[in-house]
């Protein structure tokens, strides 16, 4: 079985590792969480927006009632969707949610993104998706992110979260939570791959003990199921030459020298397969180090190309301008 190193939190010294699954459009959520955990898997990346929570936690009890794992040998991760921001709503979904992995508490809970919408009571739809109706009608809430950040820290003085942190944060909302914050933020979760680098953000993540956790590792992979135009005009970086000779001269697969591009520079990864094959090739990104001049060369094919910003698929909200 593969292990993988640990990112150490701030401020609870919880180990998070650096290497998990991301639930993210998995299938056969159930037997792919319990064979990851099998595989040697220890961190599961969840969200109420994807719609399976229910099912990973069916997963994971399975591992847990065979003595495959203890509950504390993994690191389970959800995250807030934008139509529970009011306080009153944060730690109704936060419940929910346990009650649907059938935990006790989360070891990192994070804000999906900083977008506030109309509440949508869960007995009407869920999970509710962006539109207040199901459709196209989108509806704002007048909730600032401060207030959602107190209800946030709530959950961790009732023990239902262990670690807060948020998710598509700009740096510029980095440092205006760091001056608010009673309970510091444990990990920024973004977009990340080497057409999406964001060095200033990983940066200032580092300078201020904000473990960083990047998703979409692969690119436009994730997106093409989509059909989303960006992701397919955009080559594939499974095939780029600069990964592939390095690929090469590893023994690696083109997702590992991805994944391990992250992971050497202290990032950690969520990739999501259905495969048994490369969920194990996925977490066997640890074993090898590539050189400073191979890091750079992935690096400098940085296009500032992101493929999840919600302009794009909705026509608003421009978070990332």
């Not at 290497?19 to 998995?26: A, E, I, N, P, Y």
């Not at 508490?105 to 998706?129: K, M, Q, S, T």
Request: hydrophobic share 40%; aromatic share 10%.
């Amino acid at each position: 079985m593969v292990s993988t190193p640990t990112i150490t939190l701030k401020p609870t010294s919880q180990k998070m590792p650096q290497v998990g699954l991301g639930l993210w459009k998995v299938t056969n959520t159930a037997d792919t969480v319990y064979n990851a955990i099998k595989t040697g898997y220890r961190l599961l990346d969840g969200a109420c927006d994807y719609g399976n929570e229910k099912e990973s936690g069916d997963g994971l009890k399975r591992a847990i009632d065979e003595g495959i794992v203890k509950r504390e040998d993994v690191f389970v991760s959800s995250k807030l969707w934008n139509t529970f921001h009011a306080k009153e709503h944060v730690k109704q979904l936060a419940k929910k949610q346990l009650a649907d992995w059938g935990l006790e508490y989360f070891d990192l809970f994070l804000i999906h993104f900083p977008i506030a919408l109309e509440y949508v009571d869960p007995a009407v739809r869920y999970p509710p998706g962006w539109a207040y109706d199901g459709q196209n009608d989108i509806r704002s809430a007048r909730v600032p992110l401060q207030q959602t950040w107190e209800a946030m820290e709530e959950l961790v003085d009732e023990g239902l979260a262990k670690n807060i942190g948020v998710a598509n944060y700009q740096g510029s909302l980095v440092l205006d939570l760091l001056r608010y914050c009673r309970i510091r933020p444990s990990v920024l979760q973004i977009e990340h791959h080497p057409y999406l680098v964001q060095k200033d953000l990983i940066d200032l993540c580092k300078a201020e003990d904000i473990a960083v956790t990047g998703y979409s590792s692969f690119g436009p992979q994730s997106f093409l199921v989509l059909k989303w135009k960006k992701a397919c005009d955009s080559p594939t970086l499974f095939t780029h030459e600069t990964i592939t000779t390095i690929a090469k001269k590893h023994g690696k697969t083109p997702a590992q020298v991805l994944l391990r591009w992250a992971t050497q520079r202290g990032i950690a990864v969520i990739p999501k397969s259905n495969s048994q094959n490369r969920l194990l090739e996925n977490l066997d990104v640890t074993s090898f180090d590539m050189t400073p001049e191979e890091l750079a060369s992935i690096s400098a094919l940085n296009r500032n190309l992101r493929f999840n910003n919600p302009i794009d698929y909705l026509g608003k909200f421009s978070i990332f301008a």
